[in-house]
């Protein structure tokens, strides 16, 4: 006879136990003290003291959504397998299921979505030939093209070690000492260092990758999200007042948008370009600081990517989501980039220290086929990736007694020439601020006149030194743009703090206004 009561709905602790009583610790008499036997207080305290993961150094606040990929099989007029054979590609209107990961890069996992800064666009395709992960960023270049700078820049562009404080100056000193940063400031100092939320913002692998036919011939490609929504972006003073009202906004609007059935969508575009060093650029295709010109490398529409469902569990999904630059398939290939060679290594290293060695074997990080590996052990492995059929004894290859085989190179593998002295030295044609001074000119007057509003007013807390070779930069890449930032900052007040986020408007006052503004109250 079943007294227990139990339903479908009954609480119980992760042994399965039903949960009486949720209320109370068992105490000796009902003001205490408490026993040590406590089962299901020390079950559920125990986890809650464990229940954060460490968090991600970069990209720590993010949001996430659910979605598919739709491929137009084709570049330009061409069938799309002329130049990949990756099966993500082919067969116009064949879709993918994917999850893509927003986030913002520099500060922690629930600081303001309105900071001026970097936004994360990682995109996880559950392919059937197995997982393939494209990581980029809302803007098309980077601060740095050498992954051993890498820390550094990160160390510059976080909270001060001492006072806890994002500075400016040491954003600045890190930046104007490697000045093929000068392109990304100018933009993250415009008001695209702001996207209004994450739908209406662009997608970029960054990096420079291969495609590989069937013939083993690749080419270099670089990947474009285009949102259908629209781009918007934020000045600085409207991105303050969002934040007064909600630090959450976009977040909320991602979420939101999908929950009303209002799916955000982007279209794929690649450029496309011979693989080799192109002499004939001044710029070299492997610099990630370096945009190439559409005008000759044009935008090919390759598919369309749909958000249509949002995470059920945001720790179980969003926060455990890992994403690596080195998960590619067949027909997708690694270029000689050096950023993309040293995040290769960093990103799935760093999954493996913050989620654990198993990361790959949660739900939402698990390719949707089979696995089968000889890896096990770990913490909280939840299965072995036996075949069907395997000789469960055998943990390696190769074997004769039933273990896993390797399988059949299908098309010709891709197998490039390499040849060079082993060196440390930066690239060739580096053309630091050439770019730099397109893209001033490209902008609309409103964002050169924010750009600069930006820039003199965090300069002008900030070192002469620094000051000066700012200057310098900006007047290389365009007269007016060098000539009006060092005018702005002859102008500009100096007596202010360089701790506050990057261009914030009198964020050093806060403080103080605090302390003015607070009323006083008796103590209780």
């Known amino acids: 006879m079943n007294h227990s009561h139990e339903k ?24 205490g003290p408490a026993t040590l036997e406590n089962y299901d207080f020390l079950e559920k305290i125990s986890h809650f003291d464990r229940e954060r993961v460490p968090e991600r150094v970069v990209h720590a606040r993010g949001a996430g959504a659910h979605g598919y990929f739709e491929t137009y099989g084709v570049v330009g007029d061409e069938p799309i397998s002329n130049y990949t054979r990756a099966k993500v590609f082919q067969d116009k209107g064949k879709q993918t299921p994917v999850f893509v990961r927003f986030s913002t890069v520099i500060h922690g996992g629930h600081s303001p979505e309105t900071l001026r800064d970097p936004r994360g666009f990682a995109v996880k395709f559950y392919t059937e030939d197995g997982n393939w992960d494209l990581v980029g960023n809302n803007l098309k270049i980077f601060f740095i093209r050498d992954a051993m700078k890498f820390p550094d820049m990160i160390h510059a ?28 400031v100018t933009f993250i100092y415009s008001p695209w260092g702001i996207p209004a939320n ?37 000045t600085q003073k ?31 575009n690649v450029q496309i370009m011979e693989d080799g060093p192109h002499p004939e650029l001044d710029f070299d295709p ?4 370096k945009l190439w010109p559409n005008d000759k490398f044009p935008w090919y529409p390759v598919g369309k990517m749909v958000l249509n469902k949002n995470p059920e569990d945001y720790f179980a999904e969003v926060e455990q989501a890992t994403f690596g630059t080195g998960v590619l398939v067949d027909g997708l290939d690694f270029s000689d980039d050096k950023m993309l060679q040293g995040r290769t290594f960093s990103y799935s290293d760093t999954q493996r220290h913050r989620v654990g060695a198993n990361y790959l074997q949660l739900p939402i990080n698990a390719p949707k086929k089979r696995v089968a590996t000889n890896q096990s052990g770990g913490q909280m492995m939840y299965k072995r990736d036996l075949a069907p059929g395997q000789n469960p004894h055998i943990n390696y290859e190769p074997s004769m007694l039933n273990g896993l085989k390797e399988a059949t190179q299908t098309a010709k593998e891709y197998t490039p020439y390499i040849e060079g002295n082993l060196v440390r030295e930066s690239i060739d044609r580096q053309n630091n601020t050439k770019q730099a001074g397109e893209t001033y000119r490209n902008f609309e007057q409103w964002e050169r006149d924010e750009l600069l509003a930006n820039l ?26 060098g000539r009006l930032l060092k005018e702005g900052l002859q102008k500009a007040q100096q007596n202010t703090s360089s701790a506050k986020p990057l261009g914030n408007i009198n964020g050093d006052n806060a403080p103080k206004d605090a302390v003015d503004k607070g009323h006083d109250a008796e103590p209780y």
């Open 8 to 31: 479908d709905d009954t609480l119980t602790n992760r042994q399965g136990h039903p949960v009486t009583n949720n209320q109370n610790l068992r105490t000796v008499g009902n003001r």
């Open 157 to 184: 562009f976080k909270p001060d070690p001492i006072t806890n404080i994002q500075d400016v100056e040491r954003f600045f000193d890190f930046c104007t000492s490697s000045p093929e940063s000068f392109h990304m």
């Open 456 to 481: 003199i007013r965090d300069l002008s807390a900030c070192n002469t030194a620094i000051q000066e070779a700012m200057i310098a930069l900006a007047a290389e890449a365009d007269e007016e743009y």
């Open 238 to 268: 409207e991105a303050e007042e969002i934040q007064q009202k909600n630090f959450n906004h976009a977040t909320q609007d991602l979420y939101d948008a999908i929950k009303r059935g209002d799916y955000p969508e982007w279209e794929l």
């Open 198 to 234: 994450y739908r209406m913002m662009q997608g970029s692998g960054v990096n420079t990758y291969k495609w590989v036919n069937s013939e083993g011939k690749a080419v270099l490609v670089k990947y474009h999200w285009e949102p259908l929504q629209g781009i918007k972006n934020l």
């Open 286 to 289: 492997l610099d990630d600081t």
